[in-house]
């Protein structure tokens, strides 16, 4: 096949690691794959390593949809439809197979003008609906109107799926495909696991014997954090062997900061962000991701944990309990209850025997169901049908 992946962001998060994994498994597949997205976008630069293996081109979409660019994107919709129509038919210099869209503004704007010119297009659906696009009768409408154009929509877990069809949008050619993560990167043997702890301990100078308890993600409101690190400064207050470490940057990230009293600041850290995951989950004995955003599809940052054999707490939210088995691969708790979090913390950090047991079962159980194998087979099916749908 010939897939065009078109990923408008100007963000680095679970969406785009997606997108760039599933183009280069694509590619290693031995298919002929490009890749579009937005001028000097993370995306973009992380897309260099794929030169050779993928084409890359740069698409003039202006910033992802959201809140805030609402009046941008209805003002310059023309615009953008003829950038994206153009790219994708004449500058691009190839005649595509099938053109997989990530984000809404894509979506929107160049799912059925595509389709009137004869490409498939597919969608993978990342995260629950925006609010305002459910609550908007016009925009709702035409989101739904957008999806019937589409080859097909898969969606990254079931809860995103549910989603999807409570706000009426339903497609006979519907997959539920979770993201994957490349075991490869995640999976260390012991001596490299162990030189990455030691190292990363003897550099915050924590003690070797120190049970550290984090997360890696962007510091972006409705992550949760904030529930984070209360719950984890008062087990830390309780036990002087908990570390938090708190790996990512953002917005959030100063008035988490602010929360740590001057007498544990000496066994919290922020490192901000860090490209070598592995290193970092390494060095971690419980990985929590508190989340309360509804948006949340499949958090890529719990299987990345659960993959490097890390035990994991997180909430009830999204697709996550999609991944977790409560009570073996992890723990699940409430949304914006801090007490049930800071109680599973510390049941966690004081039973050794039984975490260990999780992340050896939390290892195994993300290999199996969300390995590069088992997403690279479902994707590569489901474009499949979507680029023979044009035969129909």
């Not at 003008?113 to 709702?140: D, F, K, M, N």
């Not at 409570?166 to 162990?194: M, W």
């Not at 948006?295 to 993959?307: H, Q, S």
Request: aromatic share 6%; proline share 4%; net charge positive.
């Amino acid at each position: 096949m010939r897939i065009l992946y078109v990923a408008n962001s100007h963000l680095w998060g679970g969406g785009e690691q997606a997108v760039l994994l599933a183009a280069r498994l694509m590619a290693e597949r031995g298919h002929e794959v490009g890749l579009a997205t937005a001028v000097g976008s993370p995306l973009a630069l992380r897309s260099a390593d794929l030169a050779g293996a993928v084409a890359l081109f740069e698409a003039a979409l202006g910033p992802k949809l959201g809140r805030r660019s609402v009046a941008e994107f209805l003002w310059n919709a023309r615009r953008y439809r003829r950038e994206l129509c153009e790219l994708v038919a004449r500058r691009s210099g190839q005649r595509w197979d099938v053109v997989h869209m990530q984000y809404k503004k894509e979506q929107l704007l160049g799912t059925g003008a595509l389709a009137a010119r004869g490409y498939p297009v597919a969608w993978t659906e990342h995260g629950g609906l925006p609010p305002g696009l459910v609550s908007t009768p016009l925009a709702r409408v035409w989101y739904q109107r957008a999806a019937r154009a589409a080859a097909g929509i898969a969606s990254v877990s079931r809860y995103v799926a549910c989603c999807l069809a409570g706000a009426g949008v339903t497609h006979p050619r519907s997959r539920i495909i979770h993201n994957a993560v490349d075991e490869r990167a995640f999976l260390l043997k012991h001596s490299v696991r162990a030189q990455y702890r030691a190292d990363v301990l003897a550099g915050l100078k924590w003690p070797a014997g120190a049970i550290v308890v984090g997360t890696i993600c962007r510091f972006a409101p409705r992550k949760g954090l904030e529930h984070l690190v209360a719950a984890a400064l008062s087990a830390m207050s309780t036990n002087d062997l908990i570390c938090l470490l708190m790996v990512g940057d953002g917005d959030e990230r100063a008035p988490l900061e602010a929360m740590v009293p001057d007498a544990l600041r000496s066994r919290t850290t922020f490192t901000g962000f860090q490209r070598n995951v592995p290193r970092y989950l390494s060095a971690t004995d419980v990985f929590v991701s508190p989340t309360v955003d509804p948006t949340e599809g499949f958090p890529l940052r719990v299987v990345e944990a659960m993959t490097a054999g890390v035990a994991v707490i997180a909430t009830r939210v999204g697709g996550q309990p999609e991944a977790i088995m409560d009570g073996r691969t992890g723990i699940l708790v409430s949304p914006n209850d801090l007490s049930e979090l800071t109680r599973a913390i510390e049941w966690m950090t004081s039973h050794e025997s039984e975490r260990i047991e999780m992340a050896v079962h939390a290892r195994r159980e993300a290999v199996e169901r969300f390995g590069i194998r088992t997403f690279a087979a479902a994707h590569e099916a489901f474009l499949m049908e979507c680029s023979e749908s044009r035969l129909d």
